[in-house]
Every structure is written in C-alpha cells, then in structure tokens.
C-alpha cells in the first residue's frame, strides 16, 4: 500500500541504518528526498548511497555526516570529484551494461530505491522518466521504494514503466529538472566533428554523449541521412536532426523507428520532446549497452572520448593519474559493440590538448591512471589534427599514427619520447 506525505523528510523516515540505499541519477536525482534524508542524519548511522552521476549539492557526502552516510560512486560527477576520499565517499569501477545484473544477483543488494518519476496515468503507472538506465533493476530488487513525483518529470515509454502500488511512500513535488545547456563550440571542437563526420556513413547507428565535442559531431551531420540512434545517453544535439529527419532510425536492425538510450541530460526543450513521444524509448541499460545487442545493429558509429592516450593505444577515460573524475561507464560497450557490427566503427575523439596545454597523446599513461579501453580495442583516434586508423597495426605504426595527430608543438617530443 502506498502511503502518501505532505513531507519528503516523513517520505524516507522509514530508512534505517546499515540498509544500503539506490539514488535515482542524472535529471531524475531525487533532490527533494535527499534533503529529507539529510535531516535523519543524526539517527543514522553507516547508511550506504549507491549511484550513477547525480546533480545537485550531495550534501550527504559532506565530512560532517561521515558517521550517517557512506557513498559508492558507480559514476562519479562533478558533485563528488572534491568529496572522493578512496573511503567513505568511494567509487566503484563495473562496466555501465553490468550494473543492472550487479544489483539483481544480490552481489550489492539494494535495500531502498529513492526515484524521482512522473505522474501516474490514468492505468496508476509512472514512469522513470529522464534516467532508466540502471534504475529499472534498482526498483526490481529493492525492498521499499520512496519516490518524488513531480509532472515536470517527462513520461517516457520503456521500461521505466513503475505502477503506483510498487511504491511504498511518494511525496509531490513540482520543482524543474536539472538542465544541462549545449556547450559552445570552439574551432578545435568543430574541427573534430569535421573529422568524425568523415567517418560516419548515410545509414549509421549512432552512440553518442554529452560535451562540446558529440554537438559538434552532431552538428557536422545535417547533410546525412537515414541515422539512427542505439546511445547510453543522448542530449540536445541530437534533436535537430531528429526533428529534421536525418536520424529517422529506419536501417536500424534493433528497434527500426525508435531513438534508443538508457537516459537523457539536456535541456526543457528535450524532456519535451521525449514526453509521452512513442519514438523514443528508454530501456534498462543492461540491454541497451550489451555488446551482442549493439552488434546487431548495422555500421554502428561508437563516440567516445579520452583523458588521454599513451602511443600504443590505451586508453584512460576515468581519471587523472590515480585520481578518479568520471567512470567506466559505458565506453568498452559501446567499443567493443562497434568493431563487431558489419561495417562499425568506434572512435575515441579528443581535444590534443588538455585546458591547461598539456598533450593528451602521451608515450605512457601517468602513474595510476586507469585502462578503461585496452589497446586491442582501440579503431580510430581523432583529434582536430586529423584521423589515425590503429586497427591492424604494429606498436611501432601505432605510435607514428598518434604522434602524426598530436599538437604539432608536441610532436617532436613525442617522436624522441617513443625512440
């Protein structure tokens, strides 16, 4: 029976210490339930969140309630870089497509699920709106389900479908979603979707994310045709070219017509657009990202990007040296699901240089740095300076196809470097 409270704070009082709490990520972070959460604090004790990226201040994480929460970071986010401690706040590496069979294994049990969704229909059903990804099997397993329902939450056709009985205690809210605008365009940025869009042929299924460089890619596709889209997560730079026709998803061989994702971050302009739409569905992430899923599709174009790339191919896209500032996520997924679709092609696209001037082509990865894409996996690097095509070639090729797309001021270098 679900019980209805005027109060997020009264909607999760029946968390206890010791359990270990799911928290709904990306544009569907339940802040509202958060805050209530918090005021339990001085009554819990070793509480433990598990999460992808969530928006919002996390103030759970603080040192001061280091005695009622704990965190695990499937993904960590901006709001957790300055918290990540290697102890209490912690991050946990598991490929994105493997989470869901994480959780429903009983490997990390899930005890509550806090998840911000959308109205019920007429039928009593929710859905989970922006962000199903790994949330679909988080509700599944958990025992007690505590939700924040808000109708600015889109309703979106899926598997994030929740029958209002399923949940246990549900507070309304009418708050906006957290909104991630498109990011400018720099010449470099332009020069690269240039590049990657050289690559991608009339009929492709497209993965793609979020940042300046997968807009600009985006952007470089209005003369395409007949795209589809078999993403973990797309933004605003997608919905031109839906709206257009260029993506209209019809050589698709898994769901031909529809937009596929686990979630979305973008701005109100896209949770409108994916509201109640049929040609756009959200499915549990353990499907969308299984390689053998993805591969079924026909020249499936995989987007990723790089911290940097050491110069036989590996690379790392979680961190800064030791220091941990993204995920795994699902990068080797969609990898390893494009090299194996007839006429795939996955591309690790990046910037030659960091913010700060620094090569992201370099001879050894830092100390601590973490493989998340192994060299045998790696097809196309692409910076602003050009293509390099690693697959079938020798370290030694390898190496002088990198340097050959590096800043040009970091070329010599990198040439003594190598030897």
Request: net charge neutral.
């Amino acid at each position: 029976m679900t019980s209805r409270h005027a109060r997020a704070t009264d909607a999760v009082a029946c968390i206890r210490s010791g359990q270990r709490v799911f928290v709904h990520g990306g544009a569907a972070t339940p802040n509202r339930l958060l805050d209530g959460l918090v005021e339990h604090a001085p009554r819990l004790r070793d509480v433990e969140l598990i999460h992808l990226h969530t928006e919002g201040p996390a103030r759970y994480a603080e040192a001061r309630f280091a005695d009622s929460f704990r965190v695990a970071n499937l993904f960590v986010g901006a709001n957790m870089r300055d918290k990540l401690d290697g102890d209490r706040v912690d991050y946990l590496p598991c490929f994105l497509s493997e989470v869901p069979q994480l959780f429903r294994s009983g490997r990390r049990p899930v005890d509550v699920a806090l998840v911000h969704v959308s109205p019920p229909d007429r039928h009593g059903f929710c859905t989970l709106g922006a962000s199903v990804d790994v949330a679909a099997a988080a509700v599944a397993v958990a025992g007690t389900v505590i939700a924040q329902v808000n109708p600015r939450m889109p309703r979106v056709h899926g598997d994030g479908l929740l029958h209002v009985s399923r949940i246990h205690h549900l507070v309304e809210v009418d708050d906006p979603l957290p909104e991630s605008p498109p990011l400018p365009l720099t010449d470099d940025a332009r020069a690269i979707g240039r590049f990657v869009a050289s690559l991608i042929a009339d009929g492709s299924t497209l993965q793609t994310g979020i940042g300046a460089i997968p807009e600009a890619v985006l952007a470089a596709l209005g003369g395409h045709k007949h795209l589809g889209m078999h993403t973990e997560m797309w933004s605003d730079g997608a919905l031109e070219l839906l709206r257009t026709g260029v993506i209209d998803n019809s050589r698709k061989a898994v769901h031909p017509g529809r937009t596929v994702s686990g979630f979305v971050m973008g701005t109100r302009a896209l949770y409108d657009y994916i509201d109640d739409n049929p040609s756009t569905i959200q499915l549990d992430i353990g499907y969308v990202n299984n390689a053998a899923v993805i591969a079924r599709n026909p020249k499936v174009v995989a987007i990723n990007s790089a911290v940097e790339i050491d110069l036989t191919g590996q690379v790392c896209a979680d961190s800064v040296g030791p220091r941990v500032i993204s995920g795994v996520g699902g990068q080797m997924d969609f990898i390893r699901g494009a090299s194996l679709s007839p006429g795939g092609r996955p591309i690790i696209a990046m910037t030659s240089r960091t913010a700060k001037g620094a090569s992201r082509v370099v001879p050894m990865l830092r100390p601590g740095a973490g493989v998340v894409t192994t060299r045998a996996h790696v097809h196309f690097v692409v910076t602003e300076h050009g293509i390099a095509d690693l697959y079938g070639k020798t370290l030694h090729e390898r190496a002088r196809a990198l340097i050959a797309i590096a800043h040009p001021a970091d070329r010599d270098g990198l040439t003594q470097g190598h030897g």
